[in-house]
């Protein structure tokens, strides 16, 4: 027993996370800080000895608690009507554009209406959940300004345009301030907007989508809403849609009939379940244990205190030699942006790769770079949220100026980092890109073999 202790010990203590570290590294993933009392309200055993298979009589608690959540998501989206079925963001990516193909299908327009336009900064799951639906992917780049070009996005409708799905602010943490004109350009033609929000720190009691004439949104409830983002667990999704769209989500939905709360499957018109059950109770519970600690006035301000640490981080980063803000220099940036180690890159020969790792010697978890394709060069994407201090900014900041003076002077030990990692040997990107190195599942292997 005492050695299993230790070695279950050992892992724990090679595991970071916002308990142990500074997660500011982490873009777009939403690293803050779950509150502690969270965390005991999920390892209760009233919620941990749930089963699916319970009659609804006995859930009563769980299905009142999803029944409300889903109702402040409403208020906080501004749409009519949400599904908590999606396990991720993805998953909801991929409900949004199931509903998008059943309205247009409901309208006769299914097989006319073969195009969905999205942004190369807008979420990956975008443009995959639509190309693996069926549907031709358009992908607007971004102007002079850092933002999709409207001029490109007229150009690209037409009576085939299903749907835009689009991001804002994308990535780079530049909102468009002119999304509408983009919304009611699609909609002239008959498309749907959908609206990634997988990441609403910025915007928190600030925006709403249905305001911005947008049809559906969703919600990655494991990084706006407290819990953390668990490497693929636990997460949740919520996808929210607009009144033409209601009868059309994925089932069940929670309702409540004035005596009790009940699973709703009575939709002839939806897209049917996405998965098994019914939602991710433990992340639902702190997403309403969140809610309800904050109220409007206090889920406002975590957007606003989102804005000023990322405003004063990117201060001080900018003085940092060899890293760049690229794109609409002088822009004022919200939640998170994209850096850029390209000049660094260019003088020493030190990659942001190489930073990525080095940056685990400092006690920092590796940072995200970008998603793929790179479209800024040696991109870095640090997102601070709220729930950092100034002295954890401060530190967090320090930290890459050291590295950046070690690229300068010693760039041998950055380019050969970890060196103190509990696995300080680096990873050949071989074995996660090339189909003939890995294949993540046995069905991948064998198709990677009838491809050959």
């Not at 549907?135 to 009576?159: H, N, R, W």
């Not at 009940?262 to 897209?271: K, V």
């Not at 080095?358 to 479209?375: A, E, K, L, N, T």
Request: aromatic share 10%.
């Amino acid at each position: 027993q005492m050695q299993v202790l230790r070695h279950y010990m050992r892992l724990s203590q090679e595991t970071l996370g916002t308990d142990l570290n500074i997660d500011i590294g982490l873009g777009t993933c939403t690293m803050k800080y779950s509150p502690k009392i969270n965390e005991q309200f999920v390892r209760s055993p009233k919620l941990i000895e749930l089963h699916p298979y319970q009659d609804e009589s006995t859930v009563q608690g769980i299905l009142e608690i999803m029944y409300k959540v889903s109702q402040y998501l409403k208020a906080i989206s501004g749409m009519s009507c949400v599904s908590l079925q999606p396990s991720g963001g993805s998953q909801a990516i991929f409900a949004n554009v199931e509903t998008i193909r059943a309205y247009h299908e409901a309208n006769g327009e299914g097989k006319l209406r073969n195009e969905i336009i999205t942004t190369i900064l807008s979420h990956p799951a975008n443009p995959g959940a639509a190309a693996t639906l069926g549907y031709k992917v358009i992908t607007l780049f971004p102007g002079q300004d850092g933002l999709p070009d409207v001029e490109a996005l007229k150009a690209a409708l037409s009576e085939h345009t299903a749907a835009l799905m689009l991001t804002n602010p994308e990535d780079t943490g530049i909102y468009n301030d002119k999304i509408r004109g983009f919304v009611d350009a699609v909609h002239e033609v008959g498309g749907l907007c959908a609206y990634d929000q997988a990441n609403l720190n910025g915007v928190f009691g600030i925006t709403r989508a249905r305001d911005a004439g947008f049809d559906m949104c969703h919600y990655n409830l494991h990084k706006s809403f407290s819990s953390p983002h668990g490497c693929q667990g636990p997460c949740a999704g919520a996808q929210c849609v607009s009144e033409k769209l209601a009868k059309f989500v994925a089932v069940p939905t929670v309702e409540f009939d004035g005596k009790k709360y009940y699973l709703d499957y009575r939709r002839p018109d939806s897209i049917g379940k996405l998965r098994k059950f019914y939602g991710v109770p433990a992340v639902l519970v702190r997403v309403y244990a969140y809610i309800r600690s904050l109220g409007p006035d206090g889920m406002k301000e975590i957007g606003e205190l989102s804005i000023l640490n990322n405003n004063y981080m990117l201060k001080k980063l900018l003085t940092i030699k060899g890293l760049s803000m690229p794109w609409a220099e002088g822009k004022f940036r919200m939640e998170q942006a994209r850096l850029s180690w390209e000049q660094l890159t260019q003088d020493t020969g030190v990659t942001t790769d190489d930073i990525c790792r080095r940056i685990v010697d400092y006690g920092f978890q590796d940072y995200f770079s970008s998603h793929h394709p790179r479209v800024i060069p040696e991109p870095f994407t640090p997102e601070p949220v709220e729930t950092y201090s100034k002295d954890d900014i401060d530190e967090f900041v320090e930290a890459f100026r050291s590295i950046a003076e070690e690229a300068y002077t010693d760039p041998e030990v950055v380019r050969t980092a970890p060196h103190k990692a509990a696995l300080a040997t680096q990873i050949d990107e071989a074995y996660m890109t090339e189909w003939d190195k890995f294949a993540t599942t046995w069905r991948a292997y064998n198709k990677y073999l009838r491809d050959k």
